[in-house]
T-cell receptor, first 113, second 116 residues
Framework: EDKVVQSPLSLVVHEGDTVTLNCSYEVTNFRSLLWYKQEKKAPTFLFMLTSSGIEKKSGRLSSILDKKELFSILNITATQTGDSAIYLC?????????????FGPGTSLSVIP | NAGVMQNPRHLVRRRGQEARLRCSPM?????VYWYRQLPEEGLKFMVYLQKENIIDESGMPKERFSAEFPKEGPSILRIQQVVRGDSAAYFCASSPSSRVAKNIQYFGAGTRLSVL
């Protein structure tokens, strides 16, 4: 059965800390891995990763994929209270007619002043 | 360009009633996905629809749940005879293509269903 696992499930840090969120997967027909940030409302897209070893970066956030070891990490440097959210990892699977996306349970990040 | 619109944002139903959740995709998007989210769990896929067609409903319970995406109007997720276990947040996402590699899914703000 295809599955996506995230760790830790929850994390509390102080402003300014650097955090690393983990995502591992066991799937067939992998196409890409996606990261989303979910605050109180809709999940918003952060990154899509398709190739191993190529870092994607957006401000203080960065992510990298290892297709051999089947995992990805999301790094957030100099955390701010606005980074508090649930971070969802998802994997896109190639299917016959469309690409299905399955999500991990998420990591709940709380950044305290 | 308005985003994915879901309504209502909050819905309270008593056991045995029907719940109707609506989703209007982004303009130009013809693909709609419904997900369910329970506390401390990720988004669980329910159903994928294109205009007037259900493409994949493998994540949707076979009884009491149904979904449609008519030619005109929003996509509807319908839950008949709701039970307490149906209480959850239901998210809708849309994309202009079925291939996520080309087009990311954009999410609505969700409908939070509470069954009393």
């Amino acid at each position: 059965e295809d599955k996506v696992v995230q760790s830790p499930l929850s994390l509390v840090v102080h402003e300014g800390d650097t955090v690393t969120l983990n995502c591992s997967y066991e799937v067939t027909n992998f196409r890409s891995l996606l990261w989303y940030k979910q605050e109180k409302k809709a999940p918003t897209f952060l990154f899509m990763l398709t190739s191993s070893g190529i870092e994607k970066k957006s401000g203080r956030l960065s992510s990298i994929l290892d297709k051999k070891e089947l995992f990805s990490i999301l790094n957030i440097t100099a955390t701010q209270t606005g980074d508090s959210a649930i971070y969802l990892c998802a994997v896109e699977l190639i299917k016959t007619s469309y690409d299905k996306v399955i999500f991990g349970p998420g990591t709940s990040l709380s950044v305290i002043p | 360009n308005a985003g994915v619109m879901q309504n209502p944002r909050h819905l309270v139903r008593r056991r045995g009633q029907e719940a109707r959740l609506r989703c209007s995709p982004m303009k130009g998007h013809s693909h709609v996905y419904w997900y369910r989210q329970l506390p401390e769990e990720g988004l669980k896929f329910m159903v994928y629809l294109q205009k007037e067609n259900i493409i994949d409903e493998s994540g949707m319970p076979k009884e009491r749940f149904s979904a449609e995406f008519p030619k005109e109007g929003p996509s509807i997720l319908r839950i008949q005879q709701v039970v307490r276990g149906d209480s959850a947040a239901y998210f809708c996402a849309s994309s202009p293509s079925s291939r996520v590699a080309k087009n990311i899914q954009y999410f609505g703000a969700g409908t939070r269903l509470s069954v009393l």
